[in-house]
């Protein structure tokens, strides 16, 4: 077995709808990786800025109110959906949802039109970064989750997202999966029955998972998904955007669907920040105050109980409620040992009470649910990386997978909740005499009628012998690989004339795409961030040469003559700099900007000091009122740079 050291990395990546993770699994056990100031959690948040990538994570989050309409949030519920489908959601947000290639969902803000998996790109990019600061070696692999009920389409939008953010997903996992995983592992699973319940920001999951103990023949423990459901328009967000109506409609300016039009976008994205403060409030708290200026003498005072939450939450988790009795059934009604509570909102009390009275046990809440999903992937990445060979995950398809037959109904192939890998063949004929092509429509979805379901793909087998209707025996393939992804192969038996597809989903991006983005997304994004600091840095390095240039003038007389010329070549170096930002800005190094700042900076502390030295001086010898004015010029705020 490969010692975890010399094996190449496989991080594990929780790609969240509010926040984001990366984990690592090695000799030593899972554990979360920090970002450069010790944080854990990523928020999923972009702020762009003249059509420039200018936050990631954070300060993007934190800003987010001042700064509506540029900053993008949640992007993972637009992953992989078409502009029709997302117009029909709503954002919900102050960022715009416009129509992007082939009907593709784009989003826009700050003078930027992205597609989400572009902005997700940009949060895998940063954990990414973390994980090699964390490790100190290079990362290009990861298992990255999703949401359970993800379809092709979302599935494959998040692969993409991977992709330009320089990581190949080497495998997809279903969240609740990975939780199941993490908290197997640290239980030393022993033959169980659990489900898992997963509901975050955005999304909501359910599994049924059956976990059978290490029977020392060298598979491991084995998790089987037994049934999965869940609804990927279901989370926290949803009740935030409800106490925030509630709000608003309080407030006298309340609409259901322009949320608040006639107030400020930064008021307005204020009061969704609170809206979702009162809410986390409430779970440790029965009740919560609400003091919120909305400007234009709009104030809104009063206290919120727990019950009215909870009544404005209620079918909000009466829908989770009926997807785990779907799930339950669908697993056969199996006796649960446990359940596992996982995502941000299954902290409300609210919520832990109707689970523990739905499956007849009181959830497990031993791992914090922030941080199992991440763990849980790490463990997989080991998995799959040799470094850890103690269980083995059997996954299944969250969504039935099929072919549009005569009159537009669905011939299923395979099966929700069958496990994979899997494969089906079935066989199918023509309706028309003398027909020499078949159009074949891959859909996915529990419907009857393809319409109703997800259209995946489509692609033609040509050039069969004329024959009569029902001769040709057109025999269709389905195989769906370890990471859900399908590939599907017609053949015509009599002619032997083939075809097949790599499923490309109807909303998915197609290779060509993928690969231009690749190469200008990141290297956009880098770029973006690049000019954006170069920009900063030329702001406040103008400033410094002008104060420094001005001290010196004036204290120049009295400097040792070896400060003044190493202060005039800093000067130099950095004015420089300044030139080439505005004359050629693609050639500028922005490393060695800040350096040659910086070392005029700390060249020009005897000047600062002789400046203050003469400023004090002038002052013991002018009247009082000039003195102040004097000392106001003269100040110098330092200023960050990036
Ligand atoms: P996740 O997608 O798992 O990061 O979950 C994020 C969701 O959990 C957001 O909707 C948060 O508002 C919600 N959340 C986080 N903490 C709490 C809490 N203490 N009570 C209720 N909801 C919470």
């Known amino acids: 077995m490969p010692s975890a050291e010399s094996q190449e990395p496989i991080i594990g990546i929780d790609l969240g709808t509010t926040h984001s993770l990366v984990a690592v699994c090695d000799g030593a056990g899972p554990r979360v990786l920090e970002g450069p100031s010790g944080e854990r959690l990523l928020p999923s948040v972009i702020r762009y800025s003249q059509g420039l990538v200018s936050a990631v994570g954070s300060d993007a989050r934190r800003r987010a109110a001042e700064f509506p309409r540029d900053t993008i949030l949640s992007a993972k519920r637009w992953m992989g959906r078409s502009f029709a489908e997302a117009q029909a959601l709503g954002s919900g947000f102050e960022f715009g949802i416009v129509e992007g290639p082939r009907g593709l ?37 990861a298992v990255v ?29 279903p969240e609740p999966t990975a939780a199941a995983l993490a908290y197997g592992l640290g239980r030393r699973a022993q033959g169980e029955t659990i489900a898992v319940y997963d509901f975050g920001g955005g999304t909501f999951d359910v599994s049924v998972l059956e976990v059978t103990p290490d029977d020392g023949s060298g598979t491991g423990a084995m998790f089987r998904v037994l049934a999965t459901s869940g609804d990927t328009q279901l989370g926290g967000d949803d009740i935030d955007r409800m106490v925030f109506e509630r709000l608003l409609g309080e407030a006298g300016l309340g609409s259901s669907n322009l949320a608040g039009a006639g107030l400020a976008p930064a008021a307005r994205q204020a009061l969704r920040d609170f809206a979702e403060s009162t809410k986390i409030a409430l779970s440790s708290k029965e009740s919560a105050a609400v003091d919120v200026d909305l400007g234009g003498g709009v104030r809104l005072t009063r206290s919120v109980a727990r019950s009215e939450l909870e009544e404005i939450a209620r079918p909000f988790v009466e829908r989770t409620l009926e997807l785990c009795r779907r799930a339950l059934q669908d ?8 359940v596992v509570l996982v995502g941000g909102s299954t902290r409300m009390p609210m ?12 959830p497990y809440t031993a791992l914090d649910p922030d941080l199992v999903v991440a763990l849980g992937a790490a463990v997989q990445g080991a998995l799959l990386g040799g470094v850890r060979r103690d269980a083995l995950l059997l996954d299944v398809i969250p969504l039935s997978l099929g072919i549009e037959t005569v009159g537009g109904a669905v011939a299923k192939l395979l099966m929700r909740n069958s496990s994979i890998p899997a494969q089906a063949r079935e066989m199918f004929s023509t309706s028309v005499d003398n027909q020499t092509a078949v159009r074949l429509h891959v859909v996915q979805g529990e419907r009857e009628m393809a319409a109703d379901c997800r259209s995946l793909a489509r692609f033609e087998l040509r050039n069969l012998p004329p024959m009569p209707a029902g001769i040709p025996q057109v025999e269709v393939d389905f195989t769906v690989d370890a990471n859900g992804v399908l590939q599907v192969r017609a053949a015509e038996r009599r002619s032997g004339q083939r075809a097949s597809v790599q499923v490309v989903p109807t909303y998915g991006l197609t290779t060509e795409e993928v690969d231009r983005m690749e190469r200008e997304s990141l290297t956009h994004a880098r770029e973006d961030m690049r000019r954006h600091r170069i920009v900063d840095l030329a702001v406040n390095a103008a400033l410094d040469v002008k104060w420094i240039g001005d001290a010196l003038e004036r204290v120049r007389e009295g400097l040792d003559a070896a400060v003044v010329d190493s202060v005039d070549q800093e000067l130099h170096r950095v004015r420089g700099f300044i030139a080439l930002t505005k004359t050629a800005p693609e050639s500028v190094d922005a490393n060695a900007f800040h350096q040659a700042k910086e070392s005029l900076d700390r060249a020009s502390v005897p000047v600062h000091e002789a400046a203050i030295a003469a400023s004090l001086r002038a002052e013991q010898s002018r009247p009082q009122a000039v003195q102040s004015a004097q000392q106001e010029s003269g100040g110098h705020t330092p200023r960050s740079d990036s």
């Open 331 to 338: 697993a056969g009604s199996p006796h649960l040992d446990r």
């Open 105 to 141: 969902a784009a989003l826009h803000a700050g003078g930027a039109t992205v597609l989400p998996q572009e902005v997700a790109a940009l949060i895998l990019a940063e954990l990414r970064s973390w994980a090699e600061r964390s490790l100190g070696r290079s990362v290009r692999k």
């Open 145 to 173: 989750t999703v949401p359970a009920y993800f379809d092709d389409g979302q599935r494959q939008a998040t692969r993409d997202a991977a992709r330009l953010a320089g990581l190949e997903a080497v495998r997809l996992v």
């Open 351 to 362: 919520v832990r009470h109707e689970v523990a009275r739905l499956f007849g046990v009181e």
